[in-house]
C-alpha cells in the first residue's frame, strides 16, 4: 500500500482535485444558478422547459457532431482498427472542443445528458467511448435514419455512463472512476490492464461523497446519502490496482493508443482526479484529454509520466483498455430496431 494514499492532501491539491473531479458531480456555482434563473425567470415555463429538454436530450448541434463524427470515422475505415485506436483518432478531432465543469448537473431528477459541444474529463472519454463502439457495431446506413440512431447513441451511453447500464437515479451513476471501469469491464467493454502493467493494490477507502454531502445537490434527497455511502463499502471492499507516479515510464511501453488513463488523486476518500486517452507517439505516452487548466480538449506537451508527477493532486494512474465490440451484452432485447 503507498503511504501516500489517504494522507491528508495540502490545500492546493485539494482545491485542485476539487475543481477537476467536482465536474461532474458538484451542483452548479450560486452565479451558474442565479444566471439560470434569470434564463427561466418561471420555472414551470415552455422556454425553462424546452432548454432542460435540449440539455437532456441534445442540442441540434450536439446531434450534428455525433452525425459528422460517425460518417468521418466510416469514410476513414476506423471500424477496421482495434476500438483503441478508432477512440484515439475520434478522440483528436475533438481538440479544442471547450471544457465545462459540471455538464451532467441538469435541474431535476436523473436524466441522461446528451452534450458534445462541452465536455468535462469522463463525459470526453463516455462520448469518444460511445461513438467509437458504435461505428464498430454499425455500418454507415445508420446515418438513414435519425430517430434510430439517436435512439442507439443514447442506450450506448447509458450503458456506459450507469451502473449495470441501466439508469435509475442520480446514485447509479457511475460517480467514481475506479467503479467506472470496473463496471464496464464486467460488462465487456474495457478491460482494466493497471494489474498486469505492474500495479499494486490500493487498499484506502472510498468515502469522499458520503462524507462531503453538502457538496452534492442529489445527496440533500431521502435515502440518497446511505445508499452512496453502500455503494462506496462496496468499493473500499473491491480490490484495485493502479500504477505509482515512480513507475509509470516503466509501463509506458504497455500502454495502448486508446486505452483510457485514470490518475489517481492524493485526497483522502477519492479514487480518481482525472481521466483521458493515451496517445502514443515516438514512442511516449501522452494524454488526450478535457483538462481545466487549458479549458479545451487538448494533448498534453509533455508524456504521460512527467505529467503526473508535475500535479501534486495525482500520485499514479488507472488504465482500461477499450475491447472491441462482439460480447453477449452487445444486442440487448432493448436495443433500438433498425427501420421502425
Request: charged fraction near 25%; aromatic fraction near 6%.
Amino acid at each position: 500500500m503507498n503511504a501516500r494514499r489517504g494522507a491528508p492532501a495540502r490545500t492546493g491539491a485539494l482545491a485542485h482535485v476539487i475543481q477537476v473531479y467536482y465536474r461532474r458531480l458538484v451542483r452548479p456555482s450560486a452565479a451558474i444558478v442565479a444566471l439560470l434563473a434569470l434564463a427561466s425567470c418561471d420555472a414551470g415555463s415552455s422556454a425553462e422547459e424546452a432548454r432542460l429538454l435540449a440539455m437532456s436530450e441534445g442540442t441540434a448541434e450536439d446531434w450534428d457532431i455525433v452525425r459528422s463524427t460517425l460518417a468521418r470515422a466510416w469514410d476513414e475505415e476506423l471500424h477496421l482498427l482495434p476500438l483503441g485506436e478508432t477512440m484515439a483518432r475520434i478522440g483528436v478531432t475533438f481538440v479544442g472542443t471547450a471544457y465545462v465543469p459540471a455538464t451532467l448537473e441538469v435541474e431535476g431528477p436523473e436524466r441522461l445528458v446528451i452534450n458534445l459541444r462541452e465536455l468535462d474529463c469522463v463525459t470526453f472519454v463516455e462520448n469518444v467511448l460511445a461513438l467509437g463502439r458504435l461505428v464498430h457495431l454499425h455500418d454507415p446506413s445508420a446515418l438513414d435514419d435519425e430517430d434510430w440512431l439517436r435512439d442507439e447513441y443514447r442506450r450506448l451511453l447509458t450503458g456506459i455512463r450507469y451502473r449495470g447500464g441501466k439508469l435509475e437515479g442520480y446514485p447509479s451513476r457511475l460517480h467514481y472512476f475506479s467503479e467506472w471501469i470496473a463496471d464496464n469491464e464486467a460488462r465487456g467493454l474495457v478491460r482494466d490492464v493497471s494489474r498486469e502493467l505492474g500495479g499494486v493494490a490500493d487498499e484506502t477507502p472510498i468515502d469522499f461523497m458520503s462524507t462531503h454531502p453538502d457538496a452534492y445537490r442529489q445527496l440533500s434527497e431521502p435515502g440518497v446519502v446511505d445508499e452512496i455511502a453502500r455503494m462506496e463499502a462496496r468499493l473500499s471492499a473491491r480490490p484495485r490496482y493502479y500504477i505509482g507516479e515512480d513507475h509509470i515510464e516503466e509501463a509506458a511501453p504497455g500502454i495502448a493508443h486508446g486505452d483510457i488513463i485514470a490518475a489517481t488523486s492524493t485526497v483522502a476518500g477519492l479514487d480518481i482526479a482525472h481521466t483521458g486517452l493515451a496517445l502514443v507517439r515516438d514512442g511516449s505516452v501522452y494524454l488526450l484529454h478535457a483538462p481545466l487548466v487549458g479549458s479545451e480538449v487538448q494533448i498534453s506537451e509533455v508524456p504521460l509520466s512527467a505529467r503526473v508527477q508535475r500535479i501534486g493532486g495525482q500520485d499514479g494512474i488507472m488504465v482500461a483498455r477499450p475491447l472491441d465490440p462482439g460480447g453477449a451484452d452487445e444486442e440487448p432485447a432493448d436495443a433500438p430496431a433498425r427501420g421502425r
